[in-house]
Every structure is written in C-alpha cells, then in structure tokens.
C-alpha cells in the first residue's frame, strides 16, 4: 500500500533544503559562497531545521526502501539502486557541480575567464576538493545512501523474509508504548557522544564516522519502522503530540546548552556530553512527531503530490548550482535581506522547474540522468 503521507513528507524536507541552503548564503557558518552582509539572527531557525532536515530524508529512504526491495531479490535491488543513485552522482559531478565550483573560484580571485573556459579542461584537475575541483559538493547524500542500501541488503532481505523475527516483534511492542519508539534514540546519544567529537562531519565519506555511522541508523531505522506497518502508523499518530512536546522542551534546553557552553559557565567535557545526549533526544522526537503528524494529515492522493513527488530528485540535484550562480550575482547588492531572500528562493524553484519541466522530465533518455524512471 503506497503511503501518501511520506510522499508528502519527502517533497516538504526537500522544499525545506532549499530553503536552508539559501539561508546558509547569509548566516556566518562555512558555505561555498556569501552574502557580503551575514545576518547571525537566522543562525536560530536555521539550527532548528539543522536538527532533523538530513536525518528525517535518511529515515524516508529508509521507508522508501521496505517498498523497492519488496518487489525484488537483492540483485535486483542492488541493480536499481546502481541505476538511481551512482548515474545520477556521475551526471551530477560532470555536469552539475563544476558550475559550482567556478563560481567559488571566481569568487576567490582563483581563476578569471569565462565558463567554457574553465569547464572541462579546469574542472576535473588538481585532485579532490577544495584544493582542487573535483568535488560532489551537495550530492554527497548519494554515495552514502548507495553505501548503506548495498550493505544492508542481507539484513533487509532477512527481515522481509521473516516478518516474525525477534527485532520486529520487539519494535511492535515499543510502538504500542506512548515512550517505546524513544529507545531507538539511545545508539544516536552514543553516535553523538563517542564519534562526533572525534569525526566532525566532512561529507567526505572516508574520514565522516560519526556521519556515515549515525546516518545508517536512521537509515536501517526508516526501513525497520515499515516491517511492522500495521500498528506503527495507529500508535505513532496516537502519541504526536507526546514527540513534539519533548521535539520543543529538548530544543529550548539544547539552546540554553549553547549559551552556557559559549560562556564557559560549566565543565566544557560534561556540557557537550549532555549536549549530545540533548541533540540526538530532539532530532529523533522530531522525526517521529513529523511522520506522526504527516499520517494524521497527509495520507491522501492528489496529482500536485505525484508531480511534485516526481520532481524532487531533479530539484534535489539542481538546485544548490542555481542558488550559487544567483549568490555570485546578488551577494554585492545593496537590497533589504527579504527581497533577496525572495529572489533567491523564487529564483531558485523558477529555474530548477524549468529546467525539470523542459529539458529533463519530457525526455525519456535524460530521466535517468537525474534519477528517475524512463517513461
């Protein structure tokens, strides 16, 4: 049975990453290119959706998943995923991040000559980024959900096979629990106390533990919600408002922690401890009170959910290299920050659409390019 409701969830978290990586043009944290005036009053609604954005997308492929392998064997599945994760990063890398890039460099007074100039013959030299142009820049999120699909295809197709095995009985029992389903928060508080300070995140995927590790949980977590469907969407619905009570409560602690870690009023070990323990409590009560809530509302069809269902892989792939080419051009003028919030928003849904809807949605060899099935 096809669910509507992650449908839904899906396209809102990927609007969502728009958003956010046009908020990270103007607040102070790294990002390829800024804002020549940063406003440090956004880095609040932006920590807010850093907390569950990527780990909610990971548990909906997760979910996503339970249906793909369902109608395969694991050969099949490894197959698709090849298919629509690894052309998609190659096509991305080619033909998608390179502008990025150029425009970093332009930027940086690191090179000067037009596109052509620098695509191909400059892109692919001097190595990985940032010393050199090589980079899958925002794609990154492909290579690791290939990663953990192929590697947790034995898993899944033990847990399909065997829908009476000991780790599905067991999660059926703490969904029925108003506080059950905050167990499955006990490996994040690890992840964050043990790998977080030792692997900051990188994206890098050879030297990103914490991430790779964390994201595979929740990864492994969006699949195992969906072995034992038939009461999980009854019980998580049921206890919404329980996730989003404590979502709220450990989102205002997590802010006092900040302030009191930046003050130095407490021992700095023992406050980012108890700051991680805070971050993985909040970002998993989010993600629980967001799917609780998006089976309460969203459960329902509509051909705008199925277009935009459809889009969000190619939104997903374009839409950082326009926000970039838009910042390079907008960063130096002189508008209050909502107009140039709104150009760069408008501007970036206006032309990833048209490019979706003109040069990759109606032909049938350019689908798969960007991820989606050939019609």
């Not at 001097?126 to 492909?142: A, T």
């Not at 006990?186 to 994206?203: N, Q």
Request: hydrophobic share 55%.
């Amino acid at each position: 049975m096809r669910r509507y409701d992650i449908d839904a969830l899906r396209v809102i978290v990927f609007g969502l990453l728009i958003f956010y990586h046009v908020g990270m043009f103007f607040v102070p944290w790294d990002y390829h290119i800024k804002n020549a005036v940063i406003y440090e009053w956004l880095e609040l609604p932006m920590l807010f959706l850093n907390q569950w954005r990527l780990p909610l997308l990971f548990v909906i492929s997760g979910m996503g998943t339970y249906f793909n392998i369902s109608k395969r064997n694991g050969g099949g599945f490894a197959k698709e995923r090849f298919v629509r994760l690894f052309i998609p990063l190659v096509v991305g890398m080619l033909l998608i991040v390179p502008p990025q890039i150029y425009f970093e460099r332009l930027d940086a007074g690191q090179f000067m000559g037009g596109y052509f100039d620098f695509w191909p013959s400059k892109s692919f030299v001097g190595g990985s980024y940032p010393e050199g142009n090589i980079s899958w820049h925002h794609l990154w999120f492909l290579p690791y959900l290939l990663i953990f699909s192929l590697i947790l295809i034995p898993v899944f197709v033990y847990l399909r096979n065997h829908p009476q095995a000991w780790m599905i009985v067991k999660m059926k029992q703490l969904s029925a629990s108003k506080f059950g389903l905050f167990m499955l928060a006990v490996p994040l508080i690890i992840w964050e106390i043990v790998l977080k300070p030792v692997f900051p995140s990188t994206h890098a995927l050879l030297d990103d533990w914490y991430n790779f590790v964390n994201y595979l949980t929740l990864f492994f977590y969006g699949f195992l919600l969906m072995t034992f469907q038939d009461v999980l969407w009854v019980n998580i619905s049921k206890n919404r408002r329980i996730y989003l009570i404590t979502g709220i409560i450990t989102f205002v602690l997590l802010i006092l922690i900040w302030v009191c870690i930046e003050n130095s009023l407490f021992d700095p070990a023992l406050e980012k401890s108890i700051s991680g323990m805070m971050r993985a409590i909040n970002e998993w009560t989010w993600i629980l009170a967001l799917i609780g809530y998006a089976a309460t509302y969203l459960n329902k069809p509509s051909k705008s959910l199925k277009y935009a269902n459809e889009a969000v892989y190619p939104f997903y792939i374009l839409h950082q290299t326009v926000i970039i080419a838009l910042g390079y051009y907008l960063k130096n003028t002189e508008m209050y920050l909502t107009i140039k919030f709104l150009i760069m928003i408008i501007g970036t849904f206006g032309i990833s659409w048209l490019i979706y809807e003109f040069g990759i949605r109606r032909f049938a060899w350019i689908r798969p390019l960007f991820g989606m099935k050939r019609q």
